[in-house]
């Protein structure tokens, strides 16, 4: 499987350059509060994985009408759910080997709520759905049947994700059913999605249809807490992008907020990140994880295995593509 060409438009040379000088430039007059007399708080603020623009943008609109952070991720992230040009996430995503398209979401809020579906069969908008779970049931994962069953408890709509792209892709992929899932780096990929709202509380989203002709079952990263998306409203945020298996073992997004925690800057704590993991895999590098990170002041950061991962930022500075720094360099 190679379900993303990842090193095809890597962005060799100026990986990082832009990642922080968005937020680090912006004049202290336009920003508002502080950290007991430290650095001024950037906010509303809105970050996601990869060159999702029209997500951020909506996420954006949110939080700039005073909307909460948790509105602003869920209705940010559900763009590209609903994108079927976009084929790893949501609607359109590419199916499982088994010619299913199964969806994994979850999503977090400022008191450390939070829900995920798992491995979902027929529902559009997974986010939507984790959030249910989150506020309308005792638990905090649903998986499978029981959380498509769940869904049209709630009113979601059964919606046929196959479209005929994909299909036709999966056919093709049948005929050498080559099952390899390693690096990719189009500008399609997981949306993880945080936001500090006006309030300066901060929520987090992240879906995704996961590997391409997966093993039916197989669930990755993203709608694991701790793994794919973590919050903590004192600390910041942090989400991930990439092969799923590989930040579960690192436990990655948790391990951010962690680090930053302990004084970490977001940029230092997603390179950390990293490093883990590469500390995992010391013969084995050919694949990808991204990560992003938004600390309590409005600072991001992101950091990456192969060039070509980016991440966007939205804030009153205005909005950007930030190539992400990465561990291989070229
Ligand atoms: N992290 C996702 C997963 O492992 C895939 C991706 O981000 O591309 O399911």
Known sequence: MQRRNFLKNSTKGTAGLLATPLLA??????????????????KPI????????????????????????????????????ADTENQTVGFGGRPDRDGKVTLDACIMDKDGNC????????????ISVAR???????????????AEQFAYEQGFVKTNLLTEKSKKEWVEWQKTSQYEPIINIENHD??????????????????????????????????????????????????????????????????????????KSPQEACKEGV????????DKQDFQIGFIAINKKGETGGYCIQPGFTYRTYSKEGHANNPSDSFIKT
């Open 190 to 263: 997981t949306i993880g999605m945080l936001a500090i709202d006006a309030n300066g509380d901060i929520s987090g989203a992240c879906t995704t249809s996961g590997m391409a002709y997966k093993m039916s079952g197989r669930v990755g990263d993203s709608p694991i807490i701790g793994a794919g998306l973590f919050v903590d409203n004192e600390v910041g945020g942090a989400t991930a992008t990439g092969v799923g298996e590989e930040v579960v073992r690192t436990v990655g997004s948790f391990l951010i907020v962690e680090l930053m925690r302990q004084g």
């Open 46 to 81: 809105v970050i996601c994985t990869w060159d999702f623009h029209n997500a951020s943008a909506k996420a954006w609109e949110v939080l700039e009408k005073g909307g909460n952070a948790l509105d602003a991720v869920e209705q940010g992230v559900m763009i590209e759910e």
């Open 115 to 126: 829900g995920a579906v798992l491995c979902m069969q027929n529902i559009a908008h997974p």
């Open 25 to 42: 430039s912006c004049s202290d007059s336009k920003k508002e509060k502080t950290i007991a007399g430290e650095q001024p708080i950037l």
């Open 275 to 282: 490093k883990r993991i590469i500390a995992k895999n010391k």
């Open 132 to 146: 249910k779970v989150m506020e309308e049931t005792p638990h905090v994962m649903l998986a499978g049947k029981g």
